[in-house]
């Protein structure tokens, strides 16, 4: 242990165009099949259109809440999930829904949980995309930032303490880094050898925050060396470099070496929510993003030097649209939750609250179908928004 | 049987638990080798090794997520707070993360926060706090407080059995001073069931931990100086709270004193005060009255710890009130 971590900022894994054809043509280092590259393609572009899919909802006030949008991020959230296998878990971010695709979250799911239908994975109890499956190996993050840090050390602590050779992968913002969660959990699991890989997704921003204004390290991998973990690297907006960073981590893992901290460079190309107009961030920095480094364009682009043809996306296009308009459908024909099932599962047992005597005989009292208009929608944007 | 003390009767449980369910382990700062601040749980590291007796670096938030992160995966930990007034430093990760996992996430949290607590020890401002009534409001998760070695015991295995988190106060005053006969065998004591410490007609003292000896001595000197046939009710569990029985004892004697060692604004007293006034007002023939710390952080020399702290000649004097109105 210690002196091992390795930041590589001005020298990124897997820039696009480093690595020589010959390389590329048979899966590339990586060792991808040719089916599995294209599931990478697959998994980040039903990210992003089914993305595109609830702000169309948003903006029709279809979804209850707030809507959180990952674009610009796909790559980082699919290749790093990716490198992990069946039986491992991951604790995903709100800019994560790729992470959480790839582990067999369904957008049935997540279009449920936006509208808080009755039978969305989490009864309407919580928003977006904050629920989980420990079966299929996703576990749903809550909103005070770092928390899953030790919550994945101690998931991780339960396959050592039982000999499994599964690991645990858990996302941090550059903004989460500067929270004790984040400090204790990976310092436990470091002292403690769990199988954990924490993923630092430096996106630039945590909420209007820039990361100058979050930290005095160059790279956030760099604080790997005070816990005597590696750290590595990598362009969060590369998904073959992302997988590949990610797979290094999760094979030292599953070898008994331990923690380890993957930094994945990419860019927030959308407000911290959808309300967020990004007032806060310098001119330009958007377009130039979107224009220069688009994950999904540049991930395209290298398939085709593969010698993927066009019209193979294409087809990949079209069935993701007819899933997600089935999804769209599906989750529209669900009902809302029944009142009284707030009461029910606080614990195991008792198994349900009774109603206050006022609430007795259980109807709602409440128009919930309707939405405050406090909550600031695309409609309504909030005072000094242009 | 031989009597043991409040202390043991906990470490008792711990090693019988981890004996009857390999799934229990135990975590915590000085916990295995050295046995814990007060060697609650010495000896268990030297029987069951020191990947279930974990020491853990000081890591409150580190240790209670862990935890919690195990438990949805089938462990049963048991975490031990050096002492209690640290659970603070948990307090997000225990109201925001465990509290709700059930509820919003479906993800069972069986664990145990478990620690020494409360004062008349001289330990002033961070080794004495009941921080009880923070937890209490939670809902998700569960409280028990036991006064009693007996009790310690069998709630230690009801907590360590349970499917959800339970807070676990352990009072250090009691930790020595109290014995207890064990009942024999694998008794369990249910969570939500308080005790009649000493029964009584005139008036109900209601309290838990160590004020359930203040309020039994003061009831001794009530019943000798007064003739009062003084009713104690310990509570055992805090959350959930058994109504049945604190209701009972009120329609029994129709007043109430309600005696706890934790500070008077936001203590557990108003809630009991306002579920009484609710559901047994015609019952009542007097205010009831409480008996609690003053609000103050505790002090640390003795003469202002016991002017801060709820005292027998509190109680007997509260009592010969509600007894004369």
């Given at each position: 242990?210690?002196?091992?971590?390795?930041?590589?900022?001005?020298?990124?894994?897997?820039?696009?165009?480093?690595?020589?054809?010959?390389?590329?043509?048979?899966?590339?280092?990586?060792?991808?099949?040719?089916?599995?590259?294209?599931?990478?393609?697959?998994w980040m572009r039903l990210t992003r259109s089914l993305e595109e899919r609830l702000v169309n909802l948003y903006r029709q006030t279809r979804v209850v809440g707030g809507l959180f949008h990952s674009l610009g991020q796909e790559a980082d959230a699919v290749g790093s999930a990716y490198a992990l296998q069946r039986g491992d878990i991951l604790s995903p971010l709100i800019?994560?829904?790729?992470?959480?695709?790839?582990k067999g979250a369904t957008p049935v799911e997540i279009l449920k949980q936006y509208m808080a239908r009755g039978d969305?994975?989490?009864?309407?109890?919580?928003?977006?995309?904050?629920?989980?499956?420990?079966?299929?190996?996703?576990?749903?993050?809550?909103?005070?930032?770092?928390?899953?840090?030790?919550?994945?050390?101690?998931?991780?602590l339960s396959f050592k303490m039982r000999g499994e050779a599964r690991v645990g992968l858990v996302y941090v913002g550059d903004g989460a880094t500067s929270t004790g969660a984040f400090h204790e959990g990976i310092n436990f699991a470091a002292v403690q050898r769990c199988p954990l890989v924490v993923v630092i997704e430096n996106n630039g921003y945590a909420y209007s925050t820039p990361t100058v204004k979050q930290s005095l390290v160059k790279q956030f991998a760099d604080k790997a060396i005070g816990y005597g973990i590696p750290g590595e690297t990598a362009d969060g907006n590369d998904v073959v470099a992302t997988y590949e960073a990610?797979?290094?981590?999760?094979?030292?893992?599953?070898?008994?070496?331990?923690?380890?901290?993957?930094?994945?460079?990419?860019?927030?190309?959308?407000?911290?929510?959808?309300?967020?107009?990004?007032?806060?961030?310098?001119?330009?920095?958007?377009?130039?993003?979107?224009?220069?480094?688009?994950?999904?364009?540049?991930?395209?682009?290298?398939?085709?030097?593969?010698?993927?043809?066009?019209?193979?996306?294409?087809?990949?296009?079209?069935?993701?649209?007819?899933?997600?308009?089935?999804?769209?459908?599906?989750?529209?024909?669900?009902?809302?939750?029944?009142?009284?099932?707030?009461?029910?599962?606080?614990?195991?047992?008792?198994?349900?609250?009774?109603?206050?005597?006022?609430?007795?005989?259980?109807?709602?009292?409440?128009?919930?179908?309707?939405?405050?208009?406090?909550?600031?929608?695309?409609?309504?944007?909030?005072?000094?928004?242009? | 049987m031989p009597e043991i003390t409040y202390l043991e009767a906990i470490r008792e449980a711990l090693f019988e638990e981890m004996d009857r369910d390999p799934n229990v382990f135990m975590i915590g700062e000085d916990i295995g080798g050295f046995g814990g601040a007060f060697k609650v749980t010495e000896g268990l590291q030297a029987k069951f090794g020191d990947a279930r007796v974990i020491d853990s670096p000081i890591s409150e938030i580190g240790i209670v997520g862990a935890a919690a992160g195990a438990a949805h995966m089938g462990m049963r930990p048991v975490v031990e707070m050096q002492f209690i007034d640290f659970i603070a430093n948990a307090y997000d990760m225990l109201t925001n993360y465990v509290a709700t996992a059930r509820y919003r996430a479906f993800l069972p949290t069986p664990?145990?926060?478990?620690?020494?607590?409360?004062?008349?020890?001289?330990?002033?401002?961070?080794?004495?706090?009941?921080?009880?009534?923070?937890?209490?409001?939670?809902?998700?998760?569960?409280?028990?407080y036991p006064s009693t070695a007996a009790d310690a015991k069998g709630l230690m295995k009801a907590a360590i059995r349970d499917d959800d988190c339970v807070l676990f106060f352990e009072h250090k005053y009691l930790y020595r001073r109290i014995k207890g006969e064990m009942p024999s065998g694998d008794v369990v004591v249910p969570i939500g069931k308080a005790r009649i410490a000493r029964e009584g007609t005139d008036l109900s003292i209601i309290t838990y931990a160590a004020t359930v000896y203040k309020a039994l001595e003061a009831a001794e000197q009530l019943e000798r100086e007064d003739g009062l046939h003084v009713e104690v009710l310990d509570l055992r569990t805090l959350a959930p709270l058994d109504d049945d029985a604190i209701f009972a004892t009120v329609k029994k004697t129709n007043r109430v004193l309600i005696v706890h060692e934790d500070t008077r604004t936001g203590g557990i007293a108003g809630e009991l005060t306002a579920r009484i006034s609710e559901s047994c007002f015609e019952w009542l023939d007097a205010p009831i009255l409480r008996v609690t710390a003053h609000d103050v952080p505790l002090p640390y020399a003795p003469s202002l710890e016991d002017f801060v702290l709820p005292q027998t000649p509190d109680i007997v004097l509260a009592a010969r009130r509600l007894a004369a109105y």
């Amino acid at each position: 242990m210690g002196g091992s971590a390795k930041s590589r900022g001005a020298e990124r894994t897997g820039v696009r165009g480093a690595r020589p054809a010959a390389e590329r043509d048979s899966g590339g280092a990586a060792g991808l099949t040719r089916k599995q590259r294209l599931e990478l393609y697959y998994w980040m572009r039903l990210t992003r259109s089914l993305e595109e899919r609830l702000v169309n909802l948003y903006r029709q006030t279809r979804v209850v809440g707030g809507l959180f949008h990952s674009l610009g991020q796909e790559a980082d959230a699919v290749g790093s999930a990716y490198a992990l296998q069946r039986g491992d878990i991951l604790s995903p971010l709100i800019r994560n829904l790729g992470s959480m695709l790839v582990k067999g979250a369904t957008p049935v799911e997540i279009l449920k949980q936006y509208m808080a239908r009755g039978d969305s994975p989490t009864r309407g109890r919580e928003l977006n995309i904050h629920f989980g499956d420990t079966e299929r190996g996703f576990i749903g993050q809550i909103s005070p930032l770092g928390d899953m840090v030790p919550v994945m050390a101690g998931v991780t602590l339960s396959f050592k303490m039982r000999g499994e050779a599964r690991v645990g992968l858990v996302y941090v913002g550059d903004g989460a880094t500067s929270t004790g969660a984040f400090h204790e959990g990976i310092n436990f699991a470091a002292v403690q050898r769990c199988p954990l890989v924490v993923v630092i997704e430096n996106n630039g921003y945590a909420y209007s925050t820039p990361t100058v204004k979050q930290s005095l390290v160059k790279q956030f991998a760099d604080k790997a060396i005070g816990y005597g973990i590696p750290g590595e690297t990598a362009d969060g907006n590369d998904v073959v470099a992302t997988y590949e960073a990610t797979k290094r981590a999760v094979d030292r893992a599953r070898r008994g070496e331990g923690t380890s901290i993957v930094e994945l460079m990419t860019f927030r190309r959308k407000g911290h929510a959808e309300h967020d107009n990004q007032s806060y961030v310098p001119p330009g920095e958007l377009e130039r993003w979107a224009a220069e480094n688009d994950p999904i364009d540049r991930y395209v682009a290298r398939l085709s030097s593969e010698g993927v043809p066009t019209d193979e996306l294409q087809a990949i296009d079209a069935r993701i649209q007819r899933e997600i308009d089935e999804a769209t459908d599906a989750a529209e024909a669900s009902g809302v939750p029944q009142p009284l099932d707030a009461l029910t599962g606080i614990y195991a047992d008792p198994p349900s609250e009774r109603p206050l005597w006022f609430r007795e005989g259980g109807a709602a009292v409440v128009q919930s179908s309707e939405r405050p208009s406090s909550w600031g929608t695309f409609d309504a944007p909030a005072k000094g928004a242009d | 049987m031989p009597e043991i003390t409040y202390l043991e009767a906990i470490r008792e449980a711990l090693f019988e638990e981890m004996d009857r369910d390999p799934n229990v382990f135990m975590i915590g700062e000085d916990i295995g080798g050295f046995g814990g601040a007060f060697k609650v749980t010495e000896g268990l590291q030297a029987k069951f090794g020191d990947a279930r007796v974990i020491d853990s670096p000081i890591s409150e938030i580190g240790i209670v997520g862990a935890a919690a992160g195990a438990a949805h995966m089938g462990m049963r930990p048991v975490v031990e707070m050096q002492f209690i007034d640290f659970i603070a430093n948990a307090y997000d990760m225990l109201t925001n993360y465990v509290a709700t996992a059930r509820y919003r996430a479906f993800l069972p949290t069986p664990m145990v926060v478990r620690g020494p607590s409360g004062g008349y020890v001289r330990g002033g401002p961070f080794h004495s706090q009941n921080p009880e009534a923070g937890f209490i409001h939670t809902p998700g998760l569960k409280v028990v407080y036991p006064s009693t070695a007996a009790d310690a015991k069998g709630l230690m295995k009801a907590a360590i059995r349970d499917d959800d988190c339970v807070l676990f106060f352990e009072h250090k005053y009691l930790y020595r001073r109290i014995k207890g006969e064990m009942p024999s065998g694998d008794v369990v004591v249910p969570i939500g069931k308080a005790r009649i410490a000493r029964e009584g007609t005139d008036l109900s003292i209601i309290t838990y931990a160590a004020t359930v000896y203040k309020a039994l001595e003061a009831a001794e000197q009530l019943e000798r100086e007064d003739g009062l046939h003084v009713e104690v009710l310990d509570l055992r569990t805090l959350a959930p709270l058994d109504d049945d029985a604190i209701f009972a004892t009120v329609k029994k004697t129709n007043r109430v004193l309600i005696v706890h060692e934790d500070t008077r604004t936001g203590g557990i007293a108003g809630e009991l005060t306002a579920r009484i006034s609710e559901s047994c007002f015609e019952w009542l023939d007097a205010p009831i009255l409480r008996v609690t710390a003053h609000d103050v952080p505790l002090p640390y020399a003795p003469s202002l710890e016991d002017f801060v702290l709820p005292q027998t000649p509190d109680i007997v004097l509260a009592a010969r009130r509600l007894a004369a109105y």
